[in-house]
């Protein structure tokens, strides 16, 4: 129990050193008043959320240099331990080209290592970094913005040295140096951080796979024509973009024919997704079909009665039926030789007519020849 409440005691201490030494990672109550007259008040809010870490040669950055008792040595047993007197100063150095979240995790990972940790972090400049690495996507100017407004960040020194000496780390009143274990050589075949891992200043942090500035170089190049595109489409020229005028135009017609394959791929993704309703859907409709086809294409369907009407009145225009005057004539002269029609009936077919006609023309030749042999007798 004792135990306990020692630990939560110096717990305490510690807390109440910390906000009394540190005035830049201090505590502090704002009144704010809103527009409409109420009143918010803001407890324990750290100070470089709210605004940039200092670099190095501004005052509040000079204040709390000031204010730490170098003579004090932190070494890394100690500062494990929690019992250090004061704020620990932990340095990290790099380019922090394209600042991305490998970087933020590095930089979280050195604030993490202790309790009380003041992280002072090193950015090179162009001259030193185009010199020993190579070119830089992003200026030197760009880069110290870019590292100052991350949240783990209290102080940012500005054209970090290279190589660490004594008179940078007494300067700036280094205790520690935080970088990843891999020897850092350049290509040189000396680790720059050799002499700082013999004293005991040196703390590893772990590297974040597959994320590096020169990854992402690597995509931009490999993938350098659509980027061109995309800024051209954006507004950019094909002067700021470096690029001639026939491929500023090569790349224009191909921007266009890629947005419509890309058109074309979403639609027939969409035909696919809908495919199965479709399928489904005929299968419900084709018996509607079917009996729909037999009704209008079947034997007994409307097109053939319809063919067979238009046979009918074909057939009837053809052979149109005898006049009037003439079916008189041929029915009372019928009804007075022969007797064989009736004379309401309809005029016989004309096969009928002439097999008529040539029974009376045999009559009319037997008769004569009757008469013929009455007088010989």
């Given at each position: 129990?004792?135990?306990?409440?020692?630990?939560?005691?110096?717990?305490?201490?510690?807390?109440?050193?910390?906000?009394?030494?540190?005035?830049?990672?201090?505590?502090?109550?704002?009144?704010?008043?809103?527009?409409?007259?109420?009143?918010?008040?803001f407890h324990a809010v750290n100070?470089?959320?709210?605004?940039?870490?200092?670099?190095?040669?501004?005052?509040?950055?000079?204040?709390?240099?000031?204010?730490?008792?170098?003579?004090?040595?932190?070494?890394?047993?100690?500062?494990?331990?929690?019992?250090?007197?004061?704020?620990?100063?932990?340095?990290?150095?790099?380019?922090?080209?394209?600042?991305?979240?490998?970087?933020?995790?590095?930089?979280?990972?050195?604030?993490?290592?202790?309790?009380?940790?003041?992280?002072?972090?090193?950015?090179?400049?162009?001259?030193?970094?185009?010199?020993?690495?190579?070119?830089?996507?992003?200026?030197?100017?760009?880069?110290?913005?870019?590292?100052?407004?991350?949240?783990?960040?209290?102080?940012?020194?500005?054209?970090?040295?290279?190589?660490?000496?004594?008179?940078?780390?007494?300067?700036?009143?280094?205790?520690?140096?935080a970088h990843d274990e891999e020897?850092?050589?350049?290509?040189?075949?000396?680790?720059?951080?050799?002499?700082?891992?013999?004293?005991?200043?040196?703390?590893?942090?772990?590297?974040?796979?597959?994320?590096?500035?020169?990854?992402?170089?690597?995509?931009?190049?490999?993938d350098y024509d659509m980027y061109?595109?995309?800024?051209?489409?954006?507004?950019?020229?094909?002067?700021?973009?470096?690029?001639?005028?026939?491929?500023?135009?090569?790349?224009?017609?191909?921007?266009?024919?890629?947005?419509?394959?890309?058109?074309?791929?979403?639609?027939?993704?969409?035909?696919?997704?809908?495919?199965?309703?479709?399928?489904?859907?005929?299968?419900?409709?084709?018996?509607?079909?079917?009996?729909?086809?037999?009704?209008?294409?079947?034997?007994?369907?409307?097109?053939?009665?319809?063919?067979?009407?238009?046979?009918?009145?074909?057939?009837?225009?053809?052979?149109?039926?005898?006049?009037?005057?003439?079916?008189?004539?041929?029915?009372?002269?019928?009804?007075?030789?022969?007797?064989?029609?009736?004379?309401?009936?309809?005029?016989?077919?004309?096969?009928?007519?002439?097999?008529?006609?040539?029974?009376?023309?045999?009559?009319?030749?037997?008769?004569?020849?009757?008469?013929?042999?009455?007088?010989?007798?």
């Amino acid at each position: 129990m004792e135990a306990s409440v020692s630990s939560s005691s110096g717990a305490i201490s510690r807390k109440r050193v910390r906000e009394e030494t540190s005035p830049v990672r201090s505590s502090v109550s704002t009144n704010c008043t809103s527009t409409n007259g109420l009143s918010k008040s803001f407890h324990a809010v750290n100070a470089s959320i709210c605004k940039p870490a200092p670099f190095s040669d501004e005052p509040d950055a000079i204040l709390e240099r000031d204010r730490c008792d170098y003579n004090v040595k932190i070494t890394v047993a100690l500062a494990k331990s929690g019992n250090a007197p004061r704020p620990i100063r932990v340095y990290a150095d790099g380019i922090y080209d394209l600042f991305h979240q490998g970087h933020a995790r590095q930089l979280m990972q050195a604030k993490s290592l202790f309790q009380n940790v003041y992280l002072i972090v090193g950015v090179c400049s162009d001259e030193l970094t185009h010199k020993k690495k190579g070119k830089t996507v992003m200026s030197d100017a760009e880069r110290y913005e870019a590292v100052r407004h991350c949240r783990y960040v209290d102080e940012v020194v500005r054209d970090a040295p290279w190589e660490l000496d004594d008179e940078f780390l007494s300067k700036h009143k280094i205790d520690l140096v935080a970088h990843d274990e891999e020897p850092y050589t350049t290509g040189s075949g000396v680790d720059v951080y050799a002499h700082l891992k013999e004293r005991g200043m040196f703390v590893a942090t772990e590297r974040t796979e597959g994320v590096s500035t020169s990854d992402i170089v690597a995509r931009i190049v490999k993938d350098y024509d659509m980027y061109v595109r995309r800024n051209l489409a954006r507004g950019y020229s094909a002067k700021e973009l470096n690029v001639s005028f026939l491929r500023e135009k090569k790349l224009m017609i191909q921007e266009k024919v890629d947005k419509l394959k890309d058109k074309s791929k979403k639609m027939f993704e969409t035909i696919d997704e809908r495919k199965t309703d479709i399928i489904c859907k005929w299968e419900e409709k084709s018996r509607d079909f079917i009996d729909a086809f037999l009704l209008l294409f079947g034997r007994e369907g409307r097109l053939h009665h319809m063919f067979n009407e238009s046979k009918g009145r074909l057939m009837h225009a053809l052979s149109p039926p005898v006049s009037p005057g003439r079916a008189t004539r041929e029915g009372s002269t019928s009804s007075s030789s022969s007797g064989d029609y009736d004379d309401t009936s309809s005029p016989p077919p004309k096969a009928a007519r002439y097999e008529r006609y040539a029974r009376r023309r045999q009559k009319l030749e037997n008769s004569s020849r009757d008469c013929s042999d009455d007088d010989d007798n």
